[in-house]
């Protein structure tokens, strides 16, 4: 099951989302913190059937669901599918980081015209939205480690309806970057897309993969699937992963595993007159 | 030695370039294909000091070159920094191709206005230059492995001298990209930059690399540091890497051999409930 | 005198702005209704120097004033100088609407980091700002006299502190216009600037328009001067003119009329066997 | 007639167009400098039937069909069509101009993919292409009475083939302008259009505005129509106007004149406590 209903209204996790028994009481009692895509997330999981959360709002990302997936032996994940802009910000920001150019700012501005855009008008779903689309930066440029380069950059997401647009969706980016010396350069990206069509192959490739997990014995989070998603479900007290490359490596490596095959590293020291199997056995021994 | 001289006049790979016999024949003979820079190459490798070629001419590519580094054990790499508009390109490509997006169509101009863009005004040089600049998005995207996909790929590259922009380049990137069914989107890029803020630091790690290339004990071509380069030198019969992220992965990976640390193939299976030591045994059976 | 100020708190002509007596009581009274600015234009025209309001706040744009610059006999214009994003609207509205071009939509976003973009976060300044920036397009297109081609615009302005940008301020406008059979078409402006640039030659050329109008009786508002201004300040029951060139036409046949030249209507029926002179009269007689 | 047909093969204008005697000469034996186009305006001028080129070759442009259009009394127009960069350009040009900002530079580059484009990759075609679209910004600028904003110019402009853009035509442009202390600033504009959905109105219009002409007894070259023209066919000695807002009151007043309704000037003297029957009399007597 992967759910591609609109974004729900914002609610945070509490007392009824931790425990499954919690969860059942506030269930039956109709309570308001039960969102409908929670009831569906139980359904799912009740069934043996792997779930995706494919929008924003908490639906499997409950404390109370994953454990009973990890219970039930279920494969989940989620949660909001990686499309437009956030696609291209982890495709961008790894790759100016991996040649350590700072950024001193990032804006992002987008446009759509259709109901997503009208309920995105709404400041408690665009907080939402906001907090999980400015997240992703921080986690692939890692201020921390290189304060220098990105920790003092300032970066804004706005998104506003408009009509002209229709089904279609423009982002339109400034990275401001620096170089040696400081040296002030300017990235600007403008991305006329259709949300709907870069999503629907998700939706096919994750039932597929939650297909496979189910029958590899993988339970509960699929983070090999972080690939597909803008902001992937992750144990307690681990990080996600954003750089899409290296969430494409681990699910490659990840169906290299399940089919037996040899996992890649990219080294390829026969270059230099190494013999490679010397390699391989560092870190194993 | 790293080499940061223009581009010099076009010259094809002849007889003179085969053996080091000939090559050195043609030198003391002072013959119009042994270019200056084949002069440095031969001096730096002769003395035992590692080479990198940073410009887009024939200087260490050269069959009696490669042969003789790597008798006399020099390291050597090369050629073309990869800094502006292929370096955006190999963030790019990669990362539209890591999602199946189709790709019509990638035009490419840019504008500067100093000594390199008079020179490629003229028609040789940048034929030199535009050939290079167009192999980095059919070594990316494999056309042959996808034909539907990208083997009706439509790419233009352009370059033009344009004064006011001084020793700034500015590029705008049309790409067009396609969805499921078919459905046509567009990105677009304008990169406001400087290349030798870009370049510096390139030079700095590929003079420290290969020290350190040197002092490992690694022969002749350096693969590995492909990062760095637009067109990378590889070992006859072989195709080069370009996707910028796997580049990045090798370059640490190979760090991590020569610091005998455990390579990174970013699986993470203890996740599902699987030994991990189980996966890092396939394929080294 | 013009005041180049930045922009006060919001003030909404009261009482106290109807008659030159209340205006006084007040002043005396040292009533918070009266903004710096007022004292400024008021003793401006009590000295019978002319006045001229470059920022988007009431100054001299109150009842009291106009009237005390007309009794007066000193010149006074206003409000707010059209510099950036503005006046290429109304450089490329009129273009457009000239070709009756349709217009669905118009996405103005813009980033500045200095003083100026902090104030504007304010929800109240920018309200002012706002409206004042989108009545522009509004009296360009006469919507009411081209329903079909401007009546169902949607126009957005959006303007956001973005620290990088320094003293620079840069605007990216998306402008969807429709052609025949509804075509529809799409520009994208992208403008680099720095408003104290543009703002500067302003202020002094009205410094010396006004002084000219003085010299030569010009009384009150002086609306020729439009040219220099975002919302020029009009006779009550008027709408002022926003299209750059019938501005500049206007400003140059006002200096034509001072300087007893020939006034042009760029006619030109020499052309076609017509006798000049013929033209001239229709509308005189 | 308006001729709409594709860009002819590039003829300069020889002995044959000099009369009507030698045109009429070489067109009985089938001269290859007479091109189809020719033919057709012969036979219209002929007919009594107004004549518009809209393609950039020579067609009604030569010595002879101006001198017979003038004898016979016909309407003549010319040529090619201002639609999409170039339109972009006399609207934005003027607008630059009035402020009085230097400009540095002005890149533009087109893609499009049909049999335009197609044709236009052939240097020969180009040539006479970029010839017209380089003088228009000449013309508007002035660079000899504005030396120093305009006479360091380096206007570039680039025309591709890029067959996924299909019957659409994409222009970018990059501008370099400066201000006061010539600080440099930036402006960018995208334009995403189609020729013929710009074009088309254009036939409609002039075909009536020639009727117009035909029946008011206008002769020759109708100047007033340039409003629609990339390079407007002007009177020998004279320079064409390219500013489209003047084009438009040109336009405007010359069918004022005809309608036999005062002409516009912009003055609007009664607002200072002027007779501005005063100014209406200068100049005229």
Redesign the interface.
């Known amino acids: 099951m992967v759910w591609c209903g609109s974004t729900e209204a914002h609610i945070t996790a509490g007392k009824e989302h931790q425990t499954i028994e919690a969860f059942e009481k506030a269930l039956k009692e109709s309570s308001p913190n039960i969102a409908p895509s929670m009831i569906y997330t139980y359904a799912a999981i009740m069934e043996g059937v792997p779930y995706v959360n494919g929008a924003p709002n908490l639906s499997v990302e409950l404390p109370c669901l994953i454990q009973l997936a990890e219970k039930r032996g279920v494969p989940i994940a989620g949660s909001d599918f990686k499309t437009g802009q956030t696609?291209?910000k982890t495709?961008?920001a790894?790759?100016?980081k991996?040649?350590?150019?700072g950024i001193?700012?990032w804006?992002s501005?987008n446009?759509l015209g259709n109901r997503d855009g009208e309920v995105l008008q709404d400041p408690e779903s665009f907080k939402s939205k906001e907090v999980s689309k400015l997240g992703v930066l921080e986690s692939v440029l890692e201020p921390n480690r290189h304060p220098d380069l990105y920790g003092d950059l300032?970066h804004?997401v706005?998104i506003?309806y408009?009509?002209?647009?229709g089904d279609n969706k423009?982002g339109?980016d400034?990275i401001?970057i620096f170089?040696?010396?400081g040296?002030?350069?300017?990235?600007?990206?403008?991305?006329?897309?259709?949300d709907s069509?870069?999503a629907?192959?998700l939706v096919l490739d994750l039932a597929q993969f939650m297909d496979l997990?189910a029958r590899s014995?993988?339970?509960?989070?699929?983070?090999?699937l972080g690939?597909y998603l803008k902001s992937p479900l992750v144990?307690q007290g681990l990080a996600p992963?954003h750089?899409?490359?290296?969430q494409?490596?681990?699910l490659e490596?990840?169906l290299?595993?399940l089919g037996?095959?040899?996992?890649?590293?990219?080294?390829?020291?026969t270059?230099?007159?190494?013999d490679e199997a010397d390699?391989?056995?560092?870190?194993?021994e």
């Open positions: 696609l291209m495709i961008l790894p790759g100016l991996s040649r350590m150019l001193s700012g804006y501005t446009i300032h804004i706005r506003n408009y009509k002209p647009r423009e339109w400034n401001d170089g040696w010396m040296y002030p350069m300017q990235i600007k990206v403008n991305f006329l897309c259709r069509i870069l629907a192959p997990a014995g993988f339970k509960g989070i699929q983070e090999w690939f144990k992963e750089d899409l490359q290296v494409k490596l681990k490596n990840t290299r595993y037996k095959e040899e996992l890649i590293n990219h080294l390829g020291l270059y230099y007159g190494v390699a391989s056995r560092i870190g194993n």
